[in-house]
């Protein structure tokens, strides 16, 4: 790749994720190419579909999730580390809209990228049946239930960006303290991975990621 060809690369990149941060994935390519100072032609030339586009400003990003999971694993309070852990995502969502729509957003025509997003939710599940085995996790606990936090975290971030930035602090702490085997009550079974899944994918799908 020219040097030219290379600085323009990474300026897209770089204008993607600050775009996506700001006003999430169903930001517009032009935008994002006038951010950028390039044309939409130079665009597509790098990247031929917006999930090309996507995987590229996001990557990053997820392995410093995967990174982060692997710390939390080494905690050696099992509790600590999974609350610990779900506080830190749900801090980056509220701190970049795109993400925050990623991370319960399928992206089916980005493979690398859903690898990785499929890497990072696996650390997850060690992580929150490490907590359970421990004791400190409710019993009835289910992987999809972190989506689900997620997914709420997503909505009161858009909805409290500007009034509220740090709403979702007090949202995180009161979904910890429910999540406490200690604290735990009889609750709705869960809608189950493959209704959680579709929803994903029907989100994607929304915003032209599929």
Same mark, same amino acid.
């Given at each position: 790749?020219?040097?030219?060809?290379?600085?323009?690369?990474?300026?897209?990149?770089?204008?993607?994720?600050?775009?996506?941060?700001?006003?999430?994935?169903?930001?517009?390519?032009?935008?994002?190419?006038?951010?950028?100072?390039?044309?939409?032609?130079?665009?597509?030339?790098?990247?031929?579909?917006?999930?090309?586009?996507?995987?590229?400003?996001?990557?990053?990003?997820?392995?410093?999730?995967?990174?982060?999971?692997?710390? !939390?694993?080494?905690? %050696? @309070?099992? *509790?600590?580390? $999974? #609350?610990?852990? =779900?506080?830190?995502?749900?801090?980056?969502? &509220?701190?970049?809209?795109?993400?925050?729509?990623?991370?319960?957003?399928?992206?089916?025509?980005?493979?690398?990228?859903?690898?990785?997003?499929?890497?990072?939710?696996?650390?997850?599940?060690?992580?929150?049946?490490?907590?359970?085995?421990?004791?400190?996790?409710?019993?009835?606990?289910?992987?999809?239930?972190?989506?689900?936090?997620?997914?709420?975290?997503?909505?009161?971030?858009?909805?409290? !960006?500007?009034?509220? %930035? @740090?709403? *979702?602090?007090? $949202? #995180?702490?009161? =979904?910890?303290?429910?999540?406490?085997?200690? &604290?735990?009550?009889?609750?709705?079974?869960?809608?189950?991975?493959?209704?959680?899944?579709?929803?994903?994918?029907?989100?994607?799908?929304?915003?032209?990621?599929?």
């Amino acid at each position: 790749m020219r040097a030219d060809a290379a600085r323009n690369r990474e300026a897209i990149v770089a204008t993607a994720r600050e775009v996506y941060g700001q006003r999430g994935l169903d930001a517009p390519l032009d935008d994002i190419a006038r951010t950028a100072g390039v044309g939409n032609a130079t665009v597509y030339r790098h990247f031929p579909s917006r999930c090309a586009l996507v995987a590229a400003a996001f990557a990053e990003t997820l392995h410093r999730i995967i990174d982060r999971a692997a710390r !939390a694993l080494e905690d %050696p @309070d099992p *509790w600590a580390g $999974f #609350a610990g852990h =779900v506080t830190f995502l749900c801090e980056l969502q &509220a701190r970049d809209r795109g993400l925050a729509d990623l991370l319960t957003t399928q992206v089916t025509a980005a493979p690398g990228l859903e690898e990785l997003r499929g890497e990072a939710y696996r650390a997850f599940v060690r992580l929150a049946d490490r907590a359970r085995e421990a004791g400190g996790l409710r019993a009835d606990f289910v992987p999809e239930d972190l989506v689900l936090v997620l997914m709420a975290n997503a909505g009161l971030v858009h909805r409290t !960006a500007g009034a509220a %930035p @740090d709403a *979702w602090r007090r $949202f #995180a702490d009161l =979904v910890l303290d429910g999540l406490r085997s200690a &604290a735990a009550t009889p609750g709705a079974p869960p809608p189950g991975p493959e209704a959680v899944r579709r929803a994903m994918r029907q989100r994607g799908d929304s915003l032209g990621y599929s």
